[in-house]
């Protein structure tokens, strides 16, 4: 199994590829913890009656856009802004192969490269472990990690 890591601006013929991995992957991780708004927000953007134009508009908010593949099909996204991730999403099947770590540090990299010191987030209760065996801690609502 070939997997290729890709950092990228968001290309149009991706932008579906990549809105069902995050649908997907909120609806098994995230969902069961994220409130009544939330919830409203991710079925505009990325559910069934999504509206790929306002998808892809969030999505191009993304300073930092990385995906990995295997075989051409995207499988994992990570997201974000300046020390900041918006997201981190892993198709279910996927799952402890090492390539959420492997994402993390290429937006580590692209971080500290680019503005420095630290990387933010708020985890789901689900993910909070995963970040935390990678050196993040707890800053009131935020997991935070200095580079």
């Known amino acids: 199994m070939k997997i290729l890591l890709q950092e990228s601006k968001l290309k149009r013929h991706e932008t579906k590829k990549i809105i069902r991995v ?3 992957s909120f609806c098994k991780f995230n969902f069961g913890d994220a409130g009544q708004e939330h919830i409203a927000k991710v079925e ?3 559910g069934k009656q999504r509206n790929i134009s306002k ?3 969030q999505l191009q908010k993304s300073e ?6 295997i075989d051409n099909k995207i499988c ?3 997201r974000g802004r300046k020390e ?12 402890k192969f090492g390539i959420g770590s492997k994402l ?5 990299k ?8 630290k990387i933010r987030l708020k985890s789901s209760p689900y993910a909070e472990n995963f970040y935390k065996k990678r050196w993040f801690v707890q800053q009131g609502i935020m997991l935070e990690k200095q580079l």
Do not use: C, D, P
């Not at 993390?104 to 580590?108: K, S, T």
């Open 44 to 46: 505009r953007l990325y």
């Open 110 to 117: 692209k971080t500290k490269q680019l503005w420095g010191k």
């Open 104 to 108: 993390l540090l290429a937006f580590e």
């Open 55 to 57: 998808a892809r508009k």
């Open 64 to 69: 930092i856009l990385i995906t990995a593949k």
């Open 22 to 24: 995050i649908y997907r």
């Open 76 to 78: 994992w996204v990570i």
């Open 84 to 95: 900041y991730i918006r997201s981190l999403y892993v198709i279910e099947w996927f799952h």
